[in-house]
């Protein structure tokens, strides 16, 4: 499920990672990267995320996402911290931080997910649209 998409995407294996996501997908794009579009947040289906992906990748030498702890647990949605590492291909620069991903599932498989800053900002965001 997402855990198993998660390390494969650590691995570099992208392939094996877009595999456990729902072919209509929507991915929140977290960090701002020059080579995407302006102004694009969300990118939908599988093609699109690939795109995404390869580009986030190809600015790091080294990078890997780690879950550390499940914040919300439901059937169909998961909030978690993660740690993200990793070191700039152009600058060197090392980033050791932690996020919060809401992940949204469908059909057993991740059809959402937005990155946040904060757990609080994420539990909020977990929560339905009509506040249920």
Known sequence: MALRGLAAFSRGDLEESIAEIHP???WHIAFRLPDLPA???VYRGHDEVLTVWRSFRSAWDELTIEMEEVL?????????RVRFRGKGQASGIEVDRALYYVMRMREGRLAFTKTFEEADQALAAAKPPDGD
């Open 24 to 26: 209509e997908i929507e």
């Open 39 to 41: 102004g694009k947040e």
């Open 72 to 80: 919300l647990d439901e059937p169909d949605v998961i909030v978690m």
